[in-house]
């Protein structure tokens, strides 16, 4: 089997943000594809002579980015790195009996085998320090249903390591349900993932409705298929997976001791003693279940399924609840319905193809997020005089801007009856279509929107717009004066106590985070000076809580923690833009001591470098050499607190000496993370933050 296509003949296509990479024979290439796949793009973007001072190389990084545009305004990037996420669309495909095109089947098998360590395994993420069951069970089984054999060395060495750190008996929890969807691990064999749970009135704590948005989904499908025991047909294919994967024997393992089997490789929050009490009181009631009352539920949670499905026009939160809905449509309504055939048009949204091969997106992107981002970057960093040189630029980026913001709410008779917050004005994370509002995005969209709007070429959004944005991000400010992420908090901490999910933490509930709150406090300031008038008292007393939040947050050496991305150093960068925008003093001791703590993480070469597991840890973790993106953050911090010019005139040569001859950036290592523990990639931000970084210096210490 050729496991490579010609990467010459795929093209990027979609509009209003919209990513589909198709195989399209004999189509010429964008500069924006042949970038995206690794390929030859010295014509397209020769080598220039190298800057002489911040203000040229920030220039120069512009002159290159602005070639990454996408027709429709967005920049498109690679959202990948989760390994555990595609082969939940592979098994959904197998499931539904939805073929997929044969080049992007070849261009999993060749991501999924790039991907493949040198022990046999695959870990949870594409940086992580060991294999794990989790990664190495699923990677197995997608690619034996891809249609490699079960001799491929490859395959060979896999079974190997998964024989030697016990078998997929002791995969984690979502491994166990995949698997088990899969026909190749029994039902019995899981905690119980209890469908009644959603008939629960809502005051209970731990009503599936109180969990934080992305748990709940992920759990609401797992509980419809669960509930319906969904298994596909199991076949001689199926029995020789079974044989491959229990060499043992399928039908000699004692499942009911498999629930809390979970490999030591892929251990990372440790069941609680509440955890094991809950799910053994559930073990308990499905024991002496009432079937009535199973399928009463089971069209209660599809009630929330088909919600999901249509708000967001089968694109889905994630794609986790998105393959897992794509099974439910097809068992619920039928291969050639309208519902089914909405999930297999969006499955492509997620794929995305890279000089390593096509992988599954955390997201359906990052189109809007990443574009926020550098248009306030571009839009800070020049001088009004020069604002015009990039006229073409923040048109289509503004544009993408307009076309991305949420124009609906959920239906008035729905939004609480299916435990939604309102979303009109809101900002989501990739397009409109996705349409969830999140507090940082729609705080970055704002804040992008604000800086565009005073620019004279530049059509603005009317004033309502901006005003529906602050409205949401009013509403998200959780009780301690902190921002979630997309929704109230509407539990307590302390039902973090029932994580099931071992390889995952903080998912049970939406916590405040000091960089959503740094972005809503700065997109209000922004809103505030715009618009002086608008609820102001109201705005007035929410940033001032969002300040003593952050003040509260604050760790003793000075730092605070990241949660999306790596780690410290984006953190700080995050929090003091945030606090000096709400009118802290760059002289303020919470400013200068995260400051101090920066400077000393600055290495020999004038640069900072973290590992993804700072993340993981809790504890900054040194980088061998530094990293461009760390190094951007670290100078954006220091330049707004007024620290010592010294220290970031080193941290500005160091970006620049790295900067390639095109105007480019190396990539370098992963630059994101959700829930501590898996790692995520954000590849313009090595471009972004450096053009922002040069740039804010420029203008500050610069003639």
């Known amino acids: 089997m050729t496991e490579k296509t010609d ?15 198709k195989y399209i024979p004999g189509s010429a290439q964008q500069f924006w594809e042949k970038y995206l796949l690794g390929l030859d793009i010295s014509k397209d973007a020769p080598a220039v002579a190298r800057p002489k001072d911040a203000r040229e190389a920030n220039r120069k990084a512009i002159t290159f980015f602005q070639k990454l545009q996408m027709p429709d305004g967005h920049w498109a990037n690679d959202y990948g790195g989760p390994l555990f996420l595609m082969p939940g669309l592979i098994i959904a ?36 320090e060991t294999s794990t069951m989790f990664g190495t069970a699923l990677q197995y089984v997608s690619m034996r249903i891809l249609g490699l054999p079960k001799e491929d060395a490859r395959l060979v060495k896999a079974r190997k390591w998964m024989d030697d750190n016990g078998s997929p008996a002791s995969i984690p929890s979502w491994g166990k349900f995949w698997l088990s969807v899969m026909g190749v691990y029994s039902w019995d064999g899981l905690n119980p993932l209890t469908t009644e749970m959603w008939l629960l009135p809502y005051w209970i704590p731990m009503h599936p409705g109180r969990f934080w948005c992305h748990c709940r989904v992920v759990y609401m499908g797992m509980s419809y298929l669960y509930g319906k025991r969904a298994t596909v047909e199991i076949n001689p294919f199926i029995t020789s997976l079974r044989e491959e994967l229990y060499p043992q024997g399928y039908n000699k393992v004692d499942w009911p001791n ?10 990372y929050t440790h069941p609680t003693w509440l955890t094991r009490l809950v799910f053994g009181l559930l073990a308990v009631y499905e024991n002496y279940r009432s079937s009535w009352l199973r399928q009463k539920a089971i069209v209660e949670v599809y009630e929330n399924i088909k919600l999901e499905d249509q708000s967001t026009k089968y694109v889905c939160i ?14 619920e309504e039928g291969k050639d319905s309208p519902q089914y055939k909405g999930h297999v048009d969006r499955l492509y949204d997620y794929l995305w193809l890279a000089e390593d091969g096509m992988k599954m997106q955390g997201y359906n992107g990052c189109q809007l997020w990443d574009t926020a981002f550098a248009l306030q970057a571009i839009c800070e960093t020049q001088s009004n005089d020069r604002i015009d040189d990039y006229q073409q630029v923040l048109i289509k980026g503004h544009a993408y801007l307009e076309s991305s913001q949420v124009r609906e709410d959920i239906p008035a008779d729905k939004i609480n009856r299916f435990y939604r917050h309102i979303s009109k004005g809101a900002w989501p994370f990739s397009t409109r279509d996705h349409g969830w509002p999140i507090s940082d995005c729609t705080g970055e969209g704002l804040k992008a929107a604000l800086l565009l709007r005073d620019i004279k070429f530049i059509q603005p959004l009317e004033d309502y717009r901006y005003e529906e944005a602050v409205n949401v991000i009013l509403s998200l400010q ?96 995050y929090v003091i833009d945030g606090l000096v925008a709400a009118g802290v003093s760059p002289s303020d001791s919470c400013i200068q001591r995260a400051c101090k703590f920066l400077a000393s993480k600055q290495k020999g070469d004038g640069g900072w470098g973290e590992t993804f597991m700072s993340c993981v840890s809790r504890e900054y973790s040194e980088n061998d050499v530094s990293q461009t993106v760390n190094t951007a953050w670290a100078c954006l911090a220091l330049i707004k607190g007024d620290y010592d010019r010294s220290i970031i005139d080193s941290g500005i040569k160091n970006l620049m000496e790295k900067q390639l001859p095109n105007g480019d950036w ?15 990639a954000y590849n313009s931000y090595k471009n972004t933050f450096s053009i922002w970084a040069l740039g804010r210096y420029a203008n500050k210490y610069l003639k």
């Not at 990467?7 to 990479?21: D, P």
């Not at 070849?106 to 992580?128: A, F, K, P």
């Not at 998105?322 to 068992?331: E, F, Q």
């Open 7 to 21: 990467l010459t003949q795929w093209k990027l296509t979609g509009e209003n943000g919209r990513q589909v990479w």
């Open 93 to 128: 495909c197998y499931f539904t009996k939805t073929e997929l095109p044969v080049e992007n089947k070849l261009e999993m098998i060749r991501y999924m085998s790039n991907q493949q360590r040198e022990d046999g395994g695959w870990g949870l993420h594409v940086e992580s």
């Open 258 to 267: 498999q629930k809390w089997n979970c490999c030591p490789k892929d251990l």
């Open 318 to 331: 994630g794609p986790v609840n998105k393959t897992m809905n794509m099974i439910a449509a097809y068992i």
């Open 478 to 573: 959780n009780s301690d004066g902190g921002w979630p992420t997309y929704e109230l908090q509407r539990s307590g901490s302390w039902l973090e106590k029932l994580n099931p999910s071992e390889v995952f933490h903080d998912i049970m509930v939406d916590y405040s985070y000091v960089e959503c709150t740094s972005s809503a406090m700065g997109a209000l300031c922004s809103f505030r000076r715009n618009f002086p008038n608008h609820r102001r008292k109201e705005i007035d007393a929410s940033i001032e809580r969002g300040i003593s939040f952050i003040r509260a947050k604050q760790r003793p050496d000075g730092s605070w923690i990241g949660s999306w991305a790596v780690c410290f150093t984006y953190a700080i960068w």
């Open 666 to 680: 190396k990539l370098e290592g992963i630059s994101g993370v959700f829930n501590a523990n898996c790692a995520i």
